[in-house]
């Protein structure tokens, strides 16, 4: 039986500082970071005063505790590492911004989340402003790439079964994220890939095609593999795995979430139940990644290990028939119950569109967005691809600032509403345990000195530290545990009624 | 494998919807296109200044 597919994403964004000569990435993404905990702080919207505690990430070190972002928002170059209120994490990783969403139960609340990050780092880019010195800016982007061979990623997490054999899930995951690009891609001008130029590609559907070289591995900046191996569950390791997913592209638009994460999370049920029969071994993975993002008619035939072919859009249809199969005989509890039946639907829909004419999509899917701007300029300056000008439409479309923005600005459907994103930039969702995470901190901060995803420590004045384990993913709901929150005064009272 | 099951393009319940959906889905396509057309009008407003610069100078570090 399929495990309850809990589920989120975590974004790199791309950082430059304006009006300085050439900016340094891990001070601009620290200022960032820093002037949005710190004016939280002084708002007392919440107490993001707490550090990530690595101990389930690198065995040895201590938790970072006080060590927090407590000072105020100055040009501070130290990694700041951020538990929000709403369970998410806000850090700096390599060069980059980066958020993770909160542990999401379906695909919906992953694209609220993955919103709420957005007008996050919108919010940090107005409050880094003001510490900047007149006449510089911070622009942030949303993607992947800077169209100078440098990519950046945006990952997704699956919770999964242990038991499941790594081998199944490898050929299934492959033979959905090869052909899944159809609409999860944000589209790119030209190509990054060694030994192509622009007057071959002069316009992909994706931003992170041309950055895999291997089909299975452990690496994520170098030789970047399709399936990640990276075993590193954030949860009791005897029961679960995440599978770690690093082949999508960020997306601006919310369908292209919304589809990336529900069809993924249905695939890998379905791997889970033995439900897919028939599999679909490329001859070459990593040809076959390029060759669907590279081909537009979404026509191209993909040879497959048997000496037959099959397109992307007939693979997709394949996977989708067996998963409305499946949930017929298993019901949609693990993918989301309602949400699960809107990612068929909208899933059937899409496909339905791509193969008829894609440019309908243009409300919807990201690559047919872009594209359809893009081509539009181009017609009304008679210019070709090659034209530096569409090279900085196309790097617009993901910029952050809502007056630059053109991802806004090209009519894609909307799934959620400003309200509830607004919600979610400071309270967790109430159905897996960033319940419980976000709501001790939004309560008793001062008393949380260190949090992860698998773990939160108190200090409540004792001579040691306690620390809360949390190896369940779908326990410290609001169900579970909203009474005993709600009841105990602080986490001393808290913690004595959880052991009780 | 046991069985290879023929490939098909789509399911016959799908090009029947086609038929049927087609008139909607062109106006869906022709107010996109308007929208579009809006846009245009109005990019050179929201560009950023000296966008080709702009784009010619990004660089990012590799991560993940």
Not at chain 1, 287 to 314: F, H, N, W
Not at chain 2, 30 to 48: G, N, P, Q, S, T
Request: with cysteine.
């Amino acid at each position: 039986m399929a495990l309850h597919k809990v589920l989120g994403i975590e974004t790199e964004y791309g950082i430059v500082v304006r009006g300085v000569g050439e900016s340094n990435p891990v001070s601009a993404s620290s200022l960032l970071i820093n002037a949005y905990v710190g004016e939280l702080e002084r708002e007392r919207l919440a107490g993001p005063k707490v550090g990530w505690d690595f101990e389930d990430e690198q065995p040895g070190n201590d938790a970072r505790g006080a060590s927090g972002p407590s000072s105020p928002p100055d040009v501070e170059t130290h990694l700041v590492n951020a538990v929000l209120t709403n369970g998410a994490r806000y850090y700096v990783d390599h060069a980059h911004p980066e958020i993770s969403t909160p542990e999401c139960a379906d695909a919906r609340a992953v694209v609220v989340f993955d919103r709420a990050a957005e007008e996050i780092v919108r919010a940090s880019i107005v409050a880094a402003n003001r510490l900047l010195p007149d006449g510089q800016e911070l622009v942030v982007h949303k993607n992947n790439s800077d169209g100078k061979g440098n990519s950046y990623g945006c990952h997704e997490n699956y919770l999964m079964a242990r038991s499941t054999p790594f081998g199944r899930i490898v050929t299934h995951a492959t033979a959905h994220f090869v052909s899944r690009q159809i609409f999860t891609g944000s589209g790119k001008v030209g190509v990054e890939a060694a030994g192509l130029s622009a007057s071959e590609v002069p316009y992909q559907l994706t931003q992170r095609a041309d950055f895999f070289e291997a089909e299975v591995g452990l690496e994520t900046t170098l030789k970047r593999p399709i399936i990640n191996t990276r075993d590193e569950p954030h949860a009791d390791a005897q029961k679960y795995r995440r599978l770690h997913v690093i082949t999508g592209d960020a997306n601006c638009s919310e369908t292209a979430t919304f589809l990336k994460v529900g069809t993924t999370a249905f695939v890998l049920s379905l791997v889970e139940d033995e439900a897919l029969p028939k599999t679909f071994q490329f001859r070459s993975a990593v040809a076959a990644m390029r060759q669907v993002s590279y081909d537009l008619s979404l026509a191209a035939p993909l040879e497959l290990v048997d000496g037959t072919t099959i397109t992307a859009l007939e693979l997709q249809w394949e996977l989708l028939d067996r998963s409305k199969k499946w949930a017929d005989e298993r019901g949609l509890d693990t993918v989301g119950g309602d949400v699960g039946a809107q990612v068929l639907a909208e899933w059937e829909s899409v496909l339905t569109s791509l193969e008829r004419d894609p440019m309908d999509l243009a409300d919807r899917l990201d690559w047919v967005a872009k594209y359809r701007l893009l081509e539009g300029y181009r017609e009304r300056h008679g210019i070709g691809w090659e034209d530096q000008r569409l090279a900085a439409l196309a790097l617009q479309y993901h910029d952050m600032r809502p007056e630059r923005s053109l991802a806004d600005r090209v009519g894609l459907r909307r799934i959620t509403d400003d309200d509830e994103v607004r919600h979610a930039m400071t309270n967790p969702p109430t159905d897996t345990r960033a319940y419980f995470r976000g709501t001790c901190l939004q309560r008793w901060a001062s008393q949380v000195v260190a949090a992860n995803w698998d773990s939160i420590v108190f200090d409540i004045g004792q001579s040691s530290l306690r620390r809360v384990p949390m190896m369940e993913p779908m326990r410290g709901t609001r169900s579970h545990v909203g009474t005993v929150l709600d009841e105990s005064a602080d986490p001393a009272e808290l913690l004595a009624r959880l052991n009780g | 494998m046991p069985e290879r099951e023929q490939k098909r393009k789509s399911a016959p319940a799908r090009e029947t919807d086609e038929v049927v959906e087609a008139p909607g889905t062109s106006e869906t396509g022709e107010k996109l296109k308007a929208d579009i057309d809006d846009l245009l009008d109005e990019i050179d407003e929201v560009l950023e200044t000296n966008a080709e610069d702009f784009v010619r100078s990004y660089v990012q570090k590799g991560g993940e």
